[in-house]
C-alpha cells in the first residue's frame, strides 16, 4: 500500500495541452502517475476548448468538479456535463469531451494509459444536441 499525500511529486508539471490534440486553450495537472500506467489529473478546458477524438485501451473515467462541459461519443451519445457528474467511457470508445461555449469546464481524468488521439472534432460536432 502506498499513501500519495497531496500532488505527486515523480508527476509532471502543469502544461498547456499540445495544439495536436485540443481545440482552444486547455491545461493539464498531472496529480499521479502510477507504475501500472494509471495516471489522475486535473484538467482545465477554457470555454469552448475541447479534446480531439481520441481512444483509450483500458477506458477512462471524468469526474467534474467545476464547470459545465459536453462530452460525446461517435454514436452520438453523450451530453452537458456538470459539476458532480461522473462519466464512465469504455475501452476503445472513440470520444472527445470539453468545455461548454459559455463555460469553463476543470474535470479530474484517471486513465491506463495515454490516449490514442485521432482528427479534429469538427463545428458540427461540437455544436451537436
Known sequence: MQI?????????AVKRMA???????S???PVLSGPDGTAI???FFEPGSRTFWHTHRNG??????????????????GGVIAVGDTVLI?????HWHGAAPDSYLVHISIT??????????????????
Open 60 to 77: 477512462q473515467i471524468l469526474q467534474v468538479t467545476s464547470g459545465r462541459g459536453i462530452v460525446r461519443s461517435r454514436d452520438g451519445s
Open 112 to 129: 491506463r494509459e495515454a490516449p490514442d488521439w485521432l482528427e479534429e472534432v469538427s463545428e458540427d460536432d461540437y455544436a451537436r444536441d
Open 90 to 94: 469504455p475501452a476503445g470508445e472513440e
Open 27 to 29: 491545461w493539464a495537472d
Open 19 to 25: 495544439a495536436d490534440y485540443v481545440t482552444g486553450v
Open 41 to 43: 489529473g486535473h484538467v
Open 4 to 12: 500519495v499525500r497531496g500532488r505527486d511529486a515523480t508527476a509532471p
